[in-house]
């Protein structure tokens, strides 16, 4: 079986960075959201914006970070990331325990986090192409999609718990100190790195910035799925802050049911990740990112029937299940598309520029959603986003947009062949 495949130990210490990372998040879910209605009692404009702020100014700290991530080594670029992103959250229960926790430390806290995270993922995804073969990036990229999932399942209902007994900020220390052990994972790869070279001679900054923008919409299969993903993700996010505010601050839901609520239907999650590499071998990537990618889409609207008590948290877990099953399998087979038609030189710029149109996608629909929920409340605001997004899946590419990975070395191997060398076309 594929998910049994042995894909080396610098592979495994690259996977248990992720994992350590994922159950810190996973128990870290939802903190800020919750610190801010809980602790500084904000309101769903202010939380909304905490969602969408923070993410905004770090996509915008980070456009210069791509062409940078680009040409260093990725493997010291991470470790880096990783310490930032520690330094940064853990001031937020020092200052807590110093009485002095306040709002724009949240905004700021959340903006170094962001821009970390948009490095960091630029730089672990070229490094990956490093680390397995080509026909190994489904598999891998399946394990870290189940490894998303099963933090999410297990780190929620954990972290509301802790949050119930020792305080809002307890999960935030775990947070941090994922991403210290995190660095320290990535440290033991052994692997030797050449230092990349700019391969076209001294250009601008300007230019190197836009390389990533310029590769994804240049490409017929990678610009419709880029555009479907900024709706999908930044529509399905929006949602989050106005369901803290919804379900625990309007429909009276414990911290440990709020975190429940997200947690269980992450089984799908494992499932969907599971089956991503087997799926795909028998229907393709085209039919998986097209039938997938549709259904993920179509359950958002569920959540604006949410009611109290047991029959509301059961509606928002039967929406959550469809909704992550699908993703589940369509992310890693995404993922996968994405590094194959990907040249090397511009790896990580592309991932760069693909975080940062999602940040931005995210930080814009959440601050729409905060600003229309202020207006009109959580729950209108939840339906505006469930009826947009059923417009999502005419975005998704046709077949004769999608090139398959096998078409694709076929293609490159002809142009080996056929193609003249700069000599000769010099003469």
């Given amino acids: 079986m594929a998910a049994r495949r ?69 493997r010291p670029v991470m470790i880096a990331m990783d310490l930032a992103r520690f330094a940064a959250m853990a001031t937020v229960p020092i200052a807590y325990a110093l009485g002095h926790i306040t709002f724009p430390q949240l905004l700021v806290v959340s903006a170094v986090v962001a821009a970390a995270k948009i490095a960091f993922r630029a730089g672990s ?37 802790a949050i119930g007994m020792f305080g809002p900020v307890v999960t935030v220390v775990a947070d941090a100190f994922s991403y210290l052990f995190s660095a320290l994972a990535v440290l033991a790869i052994r692997i030797p790195e050449e230092r990349p070279r700019r391969t076209r001679g ?21 610009r419709p799925l880029y555009l479907n993903n ?17 379900l625990v601050g309007q429909l009276g839901f414990r911290p440990w049911q709020y975190g429940l609520a997200f947690a269980a239907p992450c089984v799908g999650g494992f499932i969907g990740s599971r089956l991503a590499h087997r799926v795909t071998s028998r229907y393709g990537q085209h039919r998986v990112l097209r039938i997938a990618g549709t259904l993920r889409a179509v359950w958002l609207l569920g959540l604006a029937f949410v009611g ?24 890693p087979v995404l993922a996968t598309y994405r590094l194959e038609h990907t040249p090397k030189a511009v790896i990580a710029r592309t991932l760069s520029a693909w975080s940062i149109g999602s940040s931005v996608a995210i930080a814009a629909l959440t601050a729409l959603g905060g ?22 899946p005419l975005l998704l590419p046709r077949q004769d947009q999608v090139v398959s990975s096998e078409e694709r070395r076929r293609d490159r191997e002809e142009a080996t062949v056929v193609a003249p060398t700069n000599e000769e076309v010099a003469r």
């Fill in 308 to 331: 109290r008590g047991t029959e509301g948290l059961v509606i928002v877990m039967a929406v959550e299940f469809a909704i992550i099953i699908n993703m589940s399998l369509y992310n």
């Fill in 6 to 74: 042995r894909l080396g130990r610098p592979f495994g210490w690259l996977w248990g960075a992720y994992a350590v990372r994922s159950y810190g998040s996973g128990l870290g879910f939802g903190a800020f959201p919750l610190i801010a209605v809980l602790v500084l009692h904000s309101s769903a404009a202010q939380v909304a914006a905490l969602s969408a702020v923070g993410p905004a100014v770090g996509a915008l700290i980070a456009l210069p970070l791509g062409p940078w991530v680009e040409f260093h080594r990725k």
């Fill in 125 to 161: 995804g070229a490094y990956l192409k490093t680390l397995v073969q080509p026909d190994d990036l489904l598999v891998a990229n399946a394990r870290f999609e189940s490894t998303t999932w099963s933090s999410t399942a297990i780190g929620p209902p954990l972290g509301g718990a």
């Fill in 202 to 222: 001294a250009r601008t900054r300007a230019v190197d910035v836009v390389d990533g923008w310029r590769h994804i919409l240049g490409h017929p299969g990678l």
């Fill in 371 to 392: 600003l229309l929920a202020d207006l009109t409340g959580p729950r209108t605001a939840i339906t505006v986003a469930g009826l947009a997004v059923l417009g999502t």
């Fill in 230 to 246: 900024l709706l999908v993700g930044g529509l399905i996010m929006a949602t989050e802050p106005l369901l803290a505010v919804l």
